[in-house]
């Protein structure tokens, strides 16, 4: 029998004792174990079947030698890295679904794992149901991967939807999206893009081998979205999404950023609606991969934790192999130098500076104002030509290609 102590009884930690209670069976069978909770650490009152293991004290777990696994739904980083570092320290397998954890310190926690022989396993912090870490990890190891461009964040994902496809403005769509409980506790880490930047760093860690730092990542989020801007971006053949992109370059430096960009209509992820997620990766052998499926929520992301519990179970004394080795300053390049294209909105009165500096480009009016995309270039160098050229802008975004 094995002993799981669970850290955190939310929504996520609540969904993973649902799931281990009611599949049991089946889970012992695929564990070839039976999985047992003995300890729910949370400050609130743990209720229902597992009352009597309700604990406030985190040193009951470390200092039990009989739990061997730690699931981590606390979210944040205090003090769940405390705890989660001293479950390492005290020999105990780790299984967190904490996104923020994994994006600042998982070199860090992945080497104290190897170094005791442990397991320290995240697939739920990035798309909540929907495997991808595995699959990049083990699936498709034998690619290089070159690029990872994905739909990361439900919750924005659900505001966009509802402004592009009802014309909800983005007010409106983010209190309906609260009301439903889709935000997290703060909604800035959803509409700022802080979220999507954690599951990017994530995604890009282990794809290509270093550490990404959130810091490192140049976000936008999706606060000053108009419905305007989704109106012309439409009559141009785009959607808005926000897109978590990682591009492995040729020095093997990485580009890695979140933004609103134009994703053509007849790309799958304009297509992924509502609080739904999709992550596409790009290898050298098996050419594009997409996933795709409930990026949040109770019992989908349970999923992701539970299967991580058992993958530990089977592994008790040969550990998986999971890590990367840390990132430096310049790996990640400056947005500046990324190669983009830019949808720039600006007003009628313009349209002649437009046709002078960008005389190739596709033109949109709604009669008041104008739009166009450019070509591809580096972004600071467009951006630059763009005020060179005298335009002034109501909005930029850059444009998937
Ligand atoms: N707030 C996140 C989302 C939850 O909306 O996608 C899962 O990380």
């Not at 980083?77 to 600042?104: H, I, M, Q, W």
């Not at 990682?246 to 609103?260: C, E, F, G, M, W």
């Not at 890590?323 to 002649?352: I, K, M, P």
Request: glycine residues 8%; contains cysteine; negative net charge.
């Amino acid at each position: 029998m094995v002993k799981v102590a669970i850290m955190g009884h939310g929504v996520v930690g609540s969904g993973v004792t649902e799931v281990l209670i009611h599949n049991h069976d089946s889970i012992a069978e695929k564990a070839a174990d039976s999985i047992e909770i003995k300890y729910v650490l949370d400050l609130r009152p743990v209720e229902g079947p597992l009352a009597d293991r309700w604990i406030t004290d985190f040193a009951t777990i470390e200092n039990d030698d009989e739990v061997s696994i730690v699931v981590e739904t606390m979210g944040g980083l205090k003090p769940a890295y405390d705890f989660v570092k001293r479950c390492l320290s005290a020999g105990k397998s780790v299984v967190t679904s904490n996104k923020e954890l994994v994006a600042a310190k998982g070199v860090e926690l992945l080497n104290i794992a190897r170094e005791r022989n442990l397991n320290f396993m995240f697939e739920a912090s990035v798309g909540g149901g929907i495997p991808i870490i595995r699959p990049i990890q083990q699936c498709l190891a034998g690619n290089h991967i070159l690029e990872i461009r994905g739909i990361l964040n439900g919750t924005t994902n659900y505001i966009l939807t509802s402004m592009v496809k009802n014309g909800v403005p983005f007010d409106d769509a983010l209190a309906k999206a609260q009301q439903l409980g889709y935000a997290e506790r703060d909604p800035s880490a959803d509409i700022d893009g802080l979220d999507a930047c954690r599951k990017i760093c994530i995604l890009a860690s282990l794809a290509y081998g270093r550490h990404v730092y959130p810091e490192q990542v140049y976000t936008e989020g999706i606060r000053n979205i108009t419905l305007d801007d989704v109106k012309m971006a439409e009559k141009l053949g785009y959607v808005i999404k926000l897109i978590g992109r990682s591009v492995k370059l040729t020095d093997n430096s990485i580009t890695a950023t979140v933004y609103p960009a134009l994703v053509p209509q007849s790309d799958l992820l304009s297509n992924v609606d509502d609080v739904f997620n999709a992550i596409m990766v790009r290898g050298d052998a098996i050419g594009d991969a997409v996933f795709y499926g409930r990026g949040a929520g109770k019992l989908p992301t349970a999923s992701a934790v539970v299967a991580d519990v058992i993958d530990c179970v089977k592994h008790v004394t040969a550990r998986k192999y999971m890590s990367w080795e840390d990132g430096f300053d310049g790996y990640v390049v400056d947005h500046n130098c990324d190669c983009t294209r830019l949808f720039v909105v600006t007003d009628t009165q313009f349209a002649d500076k437009v046709s002078e500096s960008f005389s190739d480009c596709e033109t949109v009016t709604d009669g008041e104002r104008l739009a166009f995309i450019t070509d591809i270039g580096k972004f600071g160098a467009l951006t630059e030509k763009i005020k060179q050229s005298g335009i002034e802008t109501k909005a930029v975004y850059n444009v998937l290609y």
